[in-house]
C-alpha cells in the first residue's frame, strides 16, 4: 500500500508540474478576451514606463525605443503599443479602482501577430502605489533549448503570464487569486504593473517562474520593438463611485466614460430580478431626470447619455432597486 502511495503522488506531482493551461484564442476552452466585448467597463488612462534594454547581454544597444507611454492607455488596438525592452515594466492607472468580482477582474493585452509569437509580461498589482503583488505566474515550456528571437511558445503551457494572446485578444486576471495577500485591498486596486519576462535562459538574465523554472519566449530581440509589447488593459469589474453601498457587490452601476459625451452610456447590472428606477440630481439635489420604476429581469441595462436631455455640468448619478443605492457622480460634457 505505501509503494502505492508513493507511485501515486509521484505520478500526480509529475502531472500537475506539467498542466495544460488554457490554448489560444479562437480554440474551444480559451480565455481570450476580444478587445471590443462588453465586458469591459473601462481601461487604463495614465501609464508610468521604465524602459529596458533591447538586448540585456549587449547593453551597447540601448533601450528599447518604440512607442511611448501613451500607448498604452485607452482601448485596445486604438493607440498602437509600447515596447518594454528586456525586463522593463510599466505602471498603470485607471479612472476608478479594479475591484475583486466573481470570475476575471481585468485583462492585459500584447500586439503578437500570431498564436505563437508570445512575449510574455510578469503582472503585479497594488492598492496604494507602493506596495506590489505578483499574479503566480506558471511557465512549462521547455527550458533547455533557447527560443530564438522568432521562434514560437505553447500557449498552453503558460498561465498568469501576459502575452499569452494574439493582438486584440486580452489575457485575463482574476484578483481572488490574490486574496491572502497582506497588505492588498483587492476590492481597490489603483495600480498595475507590467514586468517584461527575460526570455533567455541563461542564468545570469533569466527571468523564473513561481515553481522557479526557467521562462523561455522568443529571446533575443535587439529591436526598438524588443520586449513585452503593451497595448492596453481593460478593467472588467471597476469599483463604483458609490456613496451608499446597501447589498451584494454584484448589483453595479457603471459609467463610461466619464466625463459624459453623447456617445457615453450608463449601464448597470441586476443580479436578480428587481424593480429599478434611474435618476439625476443636480450638485444641490434638485432631480433632473427620472425613469419611473419598473419590473426589471436580471442582467445588463444600458441607456445613452444622447437620450437624456440635460445641460454640461457635475451630477449625482442614482440607481435604485428593492435592495440597494447607488450613487455615483458624473460630468457631462457635450
Known sequence: MRNFFLLYLFLWVNISAFAQFAPPAGQIGSTAMHADSSIFVGWANACS??????????????????????????KAGINGFVSLGDGGNAILTFPLPIKNNIGWDFAVFENAFDNTYLELAFVEVSSDGINFYRFPATSNTQDTIQIGG???VDATKI??????????????????????????NINNITHVKIIDAIGCITNTF???????????????????SGGFDLDAIGVINQAPN????????KTQLNVFPNPMQNNAEIQFYLEENSDA?????????????????????????????????????IYFLILETNIKKLTQQIIISR
Open 206 to 224: 533569466a527571468s523564473f517562474d513561481k515553481d522557479g523554472h526557467i521562462i523561455n519566449d522568443p529571446w533575443s530581440t535587439p529591436f526598438n
Open 242 to 249: 458609490d456613496i451608499n453601498e446597501l447589498a451584494s457587490i
Open 159 to 184: 498561465n498568469n503570464l501576459a502575452g499569452k494572446y494574439k493582438a486584440l485578444y486580452g489575457t485575463p486576471f482574476d484578483l481572488q487569486e490574490l486574496e491572502y495577500q497582506n497588505g492588498l
Open 150 to 152: 522568432f521562434g514560437a
Open 49 to 74: 514606463l521604465t524602459r529596458g534594454y533591447q538586448d540585456i547581454s549587449n547593453t551597447t544597444l540601448g533601450y528599447a525605443l518604440s512607442g511611448d507611454s501613451s500607448m498604452a492607455t485607452g
Open 277 to 313: 428606477s434611474i435618476s439625476i440630481r443636480d450638485i444641490i439635489g434638485k432631480q433632473i431626470y427620472h425613469t419611473k420604476k419598473y419590473n426589471q429581469l436580471k442582467g445588463f441595462i444600458s441607456i445613452l447619455i444622447s437620450e437624456i436631455d440635460i445641460d454640461n455640468g
